[in-house]
């Protein structure tokens, strides 16, 4: 069962933008903590909103992320147009999130150079099956800044729809 989506709270749209903008022309890069789920299809697109439930009754079951958190991490990358999440940053955040139940889903970083897509490094990079990425472009005006979404299957990329989450999220300034 293929991931098909990625339920991302509007709150979390403005982090992103706005960690993006912040460290303009170096990416800003992060963990997104959240849920792989499997949800069961509706009817319609206006159920589907409505009713994001667990899949446990009849009809056709989907998969899709939801995010709860944004983590931003130090970018330790020397270089000014590549990402590397602080690894210490990282372990800690795994530390934290042992036994609450919660987990790291995936990572997020943005592009300064105005294409919200994965470059050469990024599919080098995607060797963790089933983890979300998602990518912000950014140009020198700060106009027009687009989120993509991602699901690495271990090899490359696949794109993800995204949707406006209702419900709860939490933001994080670690």
Known sequence: MMITAVELPRAFERQLRDEARGAFPR???GLIEGENLILRQ???EDQRKES???SQSKG???RVFRVTALHPMPNVSEEMDHFEIDPAGHIALLRKLRGSGRAIIGCYHSHPNGRAEPSERDR???VEADFLWLI???GPEFEGTNIAAFVSDGQ???SLRIEQANGNCA???E
Request: aromatic content about 4%; charged content about 10%.
């Open 124 to 126: 080098q990079s995607a």
């Open 52 to 54: 994001l439930t667990l």
């Open 171 to 173: 933001m994080s300034a």
């Open 42 to 44: 509706a009817q319609d």
């Open 60 to 62: 056709e079951a989907t």
């Open 156 to 158: 490359g990329f696949s």
């Open 27 to 29: 990416e800003c890069c």
């Open 136 to 138: 912000c472009a950014v």
